[in-house]
């Protein structure tokens, strides 16, 4: 009993200094609102503060810290759609290929910024919930958003839509068995059991990012 209210305490205290960081940071943001002085920094604080203590950083010089702030802060970009403009996004466009015989493929066209209106075109596979995408795009029920990740010498397609479900149909019950992961530094591991709780599949996935580091968190979110 000692054990467990030494446990709860420790978690109230935690707690509330959670709400009180949390209450700060709101209270900052509404005085930026109100002063219409925002802060904004594109290419993450920690790299930005970094041209104070060059040696600790590994920079040699203010200049080569400039180079590889403004290659964090560019290196991704954000298109913003809505289901009433051409192909959901008035920027970037992706056009399903029916008749490439697989339908995760994609063209791509991405207006530059331009007077004379210039596009860039390419190509591009989603091997995840490629049909709904394609789908959304040709009956355009929703706009489509997307963001363009460079990661060294790769360049990556995030595309973002909301699609209807109909909730009544998923149901998440044990008696329907369970799904449990296992984090582990490079891969993750999945096991499924049924409604009994025996183990019914395995299935191994390998991360190519390790550690806890950002590209890491997002490999895993994806």
Same mark, same amino acid.
């Given at each position: 009993? /000692?054990?467990?209210?030494?446990?709860?305490?420790?978690?109230?205290?935690? #707690?509330?200094?959670? +709400?009180?960081?949390?209450?700060?940071?709101?209270?900052?943001?509404?005085?930026?609102?109100? $002063?219409?002085?925002?802060?904004?920094?594109?290419?993450? %604080?920690?790299?930005?503060?970094?041209?104070?203590?060059?040696?600790?950083? @590994?920079? #040699?010089?203010? %200049?080569?810290?400039?180079?590889?702030f403004?290659?964090?802060?560019?290196?991704? $970009?954000?298109?913003?759609?809505?289901?009433?403009?051409?192909?959901? @996004?008035?920027?970037?466009? /992706?056009?399903?290929? &029916?008749?490439?015989?697989?339908?995760?493929?994609?063209?791509?066209?991405?207006r !530059?910024? #331009?007077?004379?209106?210039?596009?860039?075109?390419?190509?591009?596979?989603? !091997?995840?919930m490629?049909?709904? /995408?394609? %789908?959304?795009?040709?009956?355009? $029920?929703?706009?489509?958003? =997307?963001?363009? &990740?460079?990661?060294?010498?790769?360049?990556?397609?995030?595309?973002? &839509?909301?699609?209807? +479900?109909?909730?009544?149909? =998923? *149901?998440?019950? !044990?008696?329907?068995?369970? +799904?449990?992961?296992?984090?582990?530094?490079?891969? +993750?591991?999945?096991?499924?059991?049924n409604?009994?709780?025996?183990? &019914?599949?395995?299935?191994h996935?390998?991360?190519?990012?390790?550690?806890?580091? @950002? *590209?890491? !968190? $997002?490999?895993? *979110?994806?």
């Amino acid at each position: 009993a /000692l054990r467990y209210y030494r446990r709860q305490k420790e978690k109230i205290f935690y #707690t509330g200094q959670k +709400i009180n960081r949390l209450k700060q940071k709101q209270a900052n943001l509404l005085k930026e609102l109100q $002063s219409k002085d925002l802060h904004l920094c594109f290419g993450s %604080k920690k790299l930005f503060y970094a041209q104070h203590n060059l040696e600790n950083n @590994n920079l #040699t010089s203010h %200049k080569v810290w400039l180079e590889h702030f403004r290659e964090q802060r560019d290196n991704r $970009s954000l298109y913003i759609g809505a289901k009433d403009e051409f192909r959901c @996004n008035q920027i970037l466009q /992706l056009t399903p290929m &029916v008749h490439s015989g697989k339908g995760n493929r994609f063209v791509i066209q991405l207006r !530059k910024n #331009t007077k004379a209106r210039e596009y860039v075109y390419g190509a591009c596979i989603f !091997k995840y919930m490629s049909s709904l /995408l394609a %789908k959304t795009i040709v009956q355009k $029920s929703h706009g489509v958003s =997307y963001r363009i &990740v460079f990661r060294g010498s790769k360049c990556y397609l995030q595309a973002m &839509v909301t699609f209807d +479900i109909d909730t009544d149909s =998923y *149901r998440t019950r !044990k008696t329907y068995g369970t +799904i449990g992961l296992d984090y582990n530094d490079g891969f +993750i591991e999945l096991a499924e059991t049924n409604e009994t709780g025996n183990l &019914v599949g395995l299935k191994h996935y390998d991360l190519h990012y390790h550690g806890m580091g @950002n *590209r890491a !968190k $997002s490999e895993i *979110r994806e």
